[in-house]
């Protein structure tokens, strides 16, 4: 018994002085470290973990245009929540499967249709300046010096199996049930997250936007104007900008005019018709209706490119709160 006492203790005076001697190397050697190389380890420690922080769970990200207002406006700074759709396992690389799925009035951030890459190295350095800078720094910008548009936020209007047209710059929808086309302040009630669009064209200006380009796609033809497209025309002093439809007019014109050529019947048919959304696509559009590029210029999106949903405000602090 006693040796057996005398060989445990033997051993633990061993160990607490071997500990005791690798405590004293350790804080001899840090000791021979460079106050500047301490300073560098500790950066690269912060910027690892903020770098993990904004790649798997929450990514800074700054609003770059009014396509959200007055939901979201020019410069406010987010955090997107990216664990809930699944984030990427590098930057551009491998989706991850997430715990949920976009859901109808959503505020999310995705991959820009229209983009185009300018290679994939590029796109993890600018992507890494980005979320260590917490949005601070975009290297990303074009030849007027500009952020490109790499992301995209806006909300979820239309999800998969969806039926949803333009009329006169208002959205209607026909949900999987509905038998009827449906406004999209009726079905806004129907659930959780509710919220008011913001439109600087009206119903008479919208007329104006059509006599407009009729009476430009005729003289482009050869053919004399309407009196009643010059009267609609001159009525209004500002005539809005739409796009959209501008597109539905100039088909809708061009069709009637050259009845034969399919391409332009087929484009009018599909303004008409709207379009159906579908399975495991979704439908993102701008609160600023009037002022935003969304899916009404470049289709439904994939669901694997929805990268997080808005989650906070955090910038400026007066507007500080969850975004919805």
């Known amino acids: 018994m006693e040796r057996w006492y005398a060989g445990i203790t033997a051993f633990t005076e061993k160990t607490l002085t071997w500990r005791k001697q690798r405590i004293q190397k350790k804080k001899a050697k840090q000791k021979k470290r460079h106050v500047v190389i301490e300073w560098i380890d500790a950066f690269l420690w912060a910027a690892f973990v903020v770098l993990l922080i904004n790649q798997y769970l929450f990514q800074a990200y700054q609003i770059p245009s009014p396509s959200m207002e007055e939901t979201l406006k020019v410069s406010d700074r987010i955090f997107v929540n990216k664990l809930i759709y699944g984030p990427e396992l590098l930057p551009g690389i491998a989706k991850i499967r997430g715990y949920a799925e976009p859901e109808r009035n959503r505020i999310i951030i995705f991959e820009s249709p229209t983009y185009i890459s300018k290679g ?180 439904p999106v994939r669901l694997q490119k929805v990268l997080g949903k808005a989650s906070f405000i955090y910038w400026p602090i007066s507007r500080m709160g969850a975004a919805r």
């Open 120 to 299: 994939p190295a590029f796109d993890i350095i600018q992507r890494i300046l980005y979320m260590l800078t917490l949005s601070i720094v975009d290297i990303d910008r074009d030849e007027n010096g500009q952020p490109r548009a790499h992301f995209l936020i806006k909300r979820a209007v239309g999800v998969e199996k969806d039926r949803l047209r333009i009329v006169d710059g208002e959205v209607e929808i026909k949900p999987p049930g509905f038998s009827a086309w449906t406004a999209e302040e009726e079905i806004n009630p129907l659930y959780p997250v509710s919220y008011e669009t913001r439109r600087s064209i009206g119903a008479v200006e919208y007329e104006a936007i059509r006599a407009e380009v009729r009476i430009r796609e005729y003289e482009d033809q050869g053919i004399p104007p309407l009196k009643a497209d010059t009267e609609s025309v001159s009525a209004v002093s500002r005539i809005g900008y739409d796009l959209y439809e501008r597109g539905k007019t100039k088909n809708m014109v061009m069709h009637q005019i050259v009845p034969h050529n399919g391409r332009y019947r087929s484009e009018y048919t599909r303004y008409t018709l709207g379009w159906l959304i579908p399975e495991n696509w979704i439908f993102p559009m701008g609160d600023n209706r009037d002022n935003s590029n969304d899916a009404r210029y470049f289709g």
